[in-house]
């Protein structure tokens, strides 16, 4: 039995040691978590729309910022008579 | 950058109130409807951008864990009734935040605006605009109507955008609420002005109503939004004046009627 387990490992070794236990994976045993990759995905997804929040924000206050300053004659649109 | 700073921190100067080459967003708002319009489309957006990372990080890290040769054995799971009900009822809610916006801005376009100062009739034409001001008469009781050709290709002049520009433009008050009528005299058209947020389709034995609120002075650029034909995509300009310099400009276009 013994000389078989060796011949086992040897043809192992040839081919490329793709049996070893600590080479085959299983999520039960040691592999990725699905409840924490599911919120680090979220995370990150919320992280980048409020990026994006930020930006239309941004946007949204210089648009206002510029019919504030339309309203008040500090700037105009209209190109002076010559 | 200093200018990608300074382009942060203010407006710029020139608002974008026609198509511009490259152009990837919208065109500046000059209504409350377009600006209603693009500030849905940043809602949306932002679900989208929420959706599209979320759902890339869950295939890269798939592809990272379960790769052929740190994972030769694939699992046989056949089925998670949890995440199966999670995963169904989470992407349902979203939908539900993109359509209370959606239907509040879709149901005010839609509001008629019941006294406005002015009514304007777009008539299409094989291939042009004619448009009727139909408050004002003259003297001798003829409304002011004019013709609007699109201005040839070899024949602008200087600092003129190509395709882009007439010879008689929609002179229209700023800060003041429009009717606009469209209507065709032949086939099918469409009046679009990306900045105003309007595209309203012109129907043969129909007329359409469409309100606008223009709220800045400026020269706005559209273009006939139904294909009809060789020497379609007539363009649509639409001139937003102080509203005292409106009645001397409305004059103008009388005078030059009569003549």
Known sequence: ?82 | MIEVFLEWRFLTIAPCDAAEPWQLGSQDAATPIMQGIIDLHHDIFFFLILIFVFVSRMLVRALWHFHEQKNPIPQRIVHGTTIEIIRTIFPSIIPMFIAIPSFALLYSMDEVVVDPAITIKAIGHQWYRSYEYSDYNSSDEQSLTFDSYTIPEDDPELGQSRLLEVDNRVVVPAKTHLRMIVTPADVPHSWAVPSSGVKCDAVPGRSNQTSILVQREGVYYGQCSEIRGTNHAFTIVVEAVPLKDYGSRVSNQFILQTN
């Open chain 1, 1 to 82: 039995m013994s000389s078989d387990l060796n011949g086992l490992l040897s043809a192992n070794h040839m081919e490329g040691n793709k049996w070893l236990p600590h080479k085959i994976a299983h999520a039960t045993l040691k592999g990725p978590n699905v409840v924490k990759e599911i919120c680090i995905g979220i995370t990150l997804g919320i992280l980048a729309g409020s990026m994006w929040k930020m930006h239309h924000w941004n946007e949204q206050r210089k648009t206002r910022a510029f019919y504030d300053m339309l309203e008040k004659g500090q700037i105009s649109v209209v190109a002076a008579e010559e």
